[in-house]
């Protein structure tokens, strides 16, 4: 088991200087079929909030500016761990292309942030996927020895397909939901800088959120959305937020930049349960669908 300490969170560009080799395809389909995660965790013992990045990331995802860290930026931080683990351990894929298919935050209490903290981030989980290969980094963060935050991001590798007989899965239209008195909804313009803009606020420079150019180069027509931003909008919008909760997201279909957005938001006050999600308005599909449930008790 490989295990990093770090005794303060290391920069985002600090990293980048070692990506170069993610630009190159792994190639191998026999290797990539054959993939091994590393059995690494890397964790940072004093993690400091920087105060001007957080304002920026605050002021570009809608949070609120008070004393409080909002419930998604440990998953931002979390990302320069990522990126070293990536290019230090014998990680098996191009970092550089890889999408976010999923994401789960769970935060057991407001967090003040003016905190010191400790976070640890593990490898876990690797599976097949119709397109290519699934993995998470889990992530812990403690205020002392108290678990104050998790989360667990998981990343979808695309391969190139194997012949076979066999059809692949097809992939579920989420229904838009019926819009009642109960509901949020909203309309949101969402600009074709926002990846560049992003990127500054969070570190993370993946090419398809850049350029149409860049996006091109991993297939994608337009630059898209980072998958963390919607989330974070959505999070925003919701306002006042419980004060120990679970929220996952599942990413469907990408953003192309510059769009309009349908944001739906429907409460459920017996079950204290919030589902929302991102919308194309002029269809039923979903870019993003979310859900907020009460936490999980710690383990």
Not at 30 to 41: D, F, G
Not at 80 to 95: G, H, R
Request: proline letters at 6%.
């Amino acid at each position: 088991m490989s295990d990093q300490n770090f005794s303060r969170l290391p920069k985002p560009h600090t990293t980048y200087a070692n990506i170069i080799k993610s630009f190159l395809p792994i190639g191998d389909q026999e290797k990539s079929a054959n993939a091994v995660l590393p059995n690494a965790t890397y964790s940072v013992n004093t993690l400091e909030i920087d105060h001007d990045n957080l304002a920026d990331y605050r002021r570009i995802c809608g949070f609120e500016n008070n004393s409080y860290v909002p419930p998604t930026y440990f998953a931002v931080l979390s990302q320069s761990l990522q990126m070293n683990m990536m290019v230090k351990e014998p990680f098996p894929f191009a970092m550089l292309g890889l999408i976010h298919v999923q994401n789960s935050v769970t935060q057991y209490r407001r967090i003040k942030d003016s905190a010191i903290f400790k976070m640890a981030v593990s490898f876990a989980n690797l599976r097949d996927h119709d397109r290519g290969k699934q993995f998470d980094f889990v992530t812990k963060v403690f205020e002392k020895d108290e678990l104050v935050w998790e989360g667990t991001s998981t990343y979808l590798s695309r391969q190139k397909r194997q012949k076979t007989t066999q059809k692949p899965s097809t992939t579920q239209v989420e229904a838009k939901p019926t819009l009642d008195d109960n509901n949020m909804h909203e309309f949101w313009e969402i600009p074709e800088d926002i990846g560049r803009r992003y990127a500054f606020v969070s570190g993370d420079f993946n090419l398809i959120h850049l350029h149409p150019l860049s996006a091109k180069a991993f297939g994608f027509p337009k630059a898209i959305a980072h998958g963390m931003w919607t989330k974070a909008k959505c999070l925003g919008a919701l306002g006042d937020l419980p004060e120990s909760f679970t929220c996952d997201v599942t990413f469907k279909l990408p953003i192309f930049l510059p769009s309009e957005v349908e944001f739906i938001a429907k409460f459920d006050n017996r079950d204290e349960q919030v589902d929302f999600g991102v919308y194309d308005p002029a269809t039923p599909k979903a870019n993003l669908i979310g859900k907020i449930t009460q936490a999980q008790a710690k383990k």
